[in-house]
């Protein structure tokens, strides 16, 4: 799950970023209320971890600029314990709330009860074709054949059969998935979508995996034979890594 803090005190901020990436999350960190706004309103998350006490703006002002336009689970931090702050916080649309000084394992488990509140609306079972993905068992078949795939396998099948016939860039693959900055000198995109590619279509006729030249790539049902076969990756670079 893709986790955004909004916290300005360095410690704590580094803190939170250690522990809920040791949870296999993806974390990303503002430091004021502007920048926590912004990437709030421009990224995508499946939580929002959200102080009150902010330069710029505070936490009160973020939390209804992100209602206003998104329904992103919010657990809201305070150092202030007044019943007055709590009673804003909820009723502005905050989710939770949790009073400074915590203990991490009490955040973790508010954090992992927002996370499987938010996930309970969506579907847990992704079919594309004769493809199934098995999202609460981790569990991934096509023709009725289970396919082994590693953690990040699986984690990229799932972002291109959640956003299925959307091409996606080897850019935001990167960021999704990897939670890195995309090098133009690495080819550790074209690596994994070559692998999976061995394991889901390399076997059937119906391919599903395409690469879309210059573009990225996109995952959805088309006749056998309608891909590329010059086993170049989505940017023309040779499959070798070697930059031209």
Wanted: glycine share 8%; charged share 30%; aromatic share 4%.
């Amino acid at each position: 799950m893709r986790i955004l803090v909004i916290e300005d005190e360095p410690k704590l901020a580094d803190y939170l970023k250690k522990g809920l990436s040791e949870q296999s999350h993806v974390v990303d960190v503002a430091r004021d209320g502007l920048d926590g706004r912004h990437l709030a309103l421009e990224g995508a998350y499946d939580l929002i971890v959200l102080d009150v006490m902010l330069p710029g703006i505070d936490g009160f002002e973020v939390l209804a600029s992100v209602r206003a336009r998104k329904d992103t689970p919010i657990l809201m931090l305070t150092a202030r314990d007044a019943v007055e702050d709590r009673v804003r916080g909820l009723e502005g649309g905050a989710d939770d709330y949790l009073v400074k000084p915590f203990a991490f394992s009490e955040l973790l488990a508010r954090v992992q009860a927002l996370l499987r509140r938010g996930r309970s609306q969506e579907p847990t079972l992704l079919r594309l074709a004769d493809l199934e993905l098995d999202l609460a068992r981790r569990r991934a078949q096509r023709g009725g054949q289970r396919l082994d795939l590693t953690a990040k396998e699986f984690s990229l099948l799932a972002l291109l059969l959640r956003r299925q016939g959307q091409v996606l860039s080897r850019t935001t693959l990167a960021e999704q998935v990897w939670d890195m900055n995309f090098d133009s000198d690495t080819n550790v995109i074209d690596v994994a979508v070559r692998r999976l590619r061995g394991k889901l279509d390399d076997p059937y006729d119906t391919k599903l995996l395409h690469t879309v030249r210059g573009m990225g790539y996109v995952l959805e049902s088309r006749p056998a034979g309608d891909r590329p076969t010059d086993g170049r990756p989505a940017d023309g670079r040779p499959t070798d890594g070697r930059p031209t």
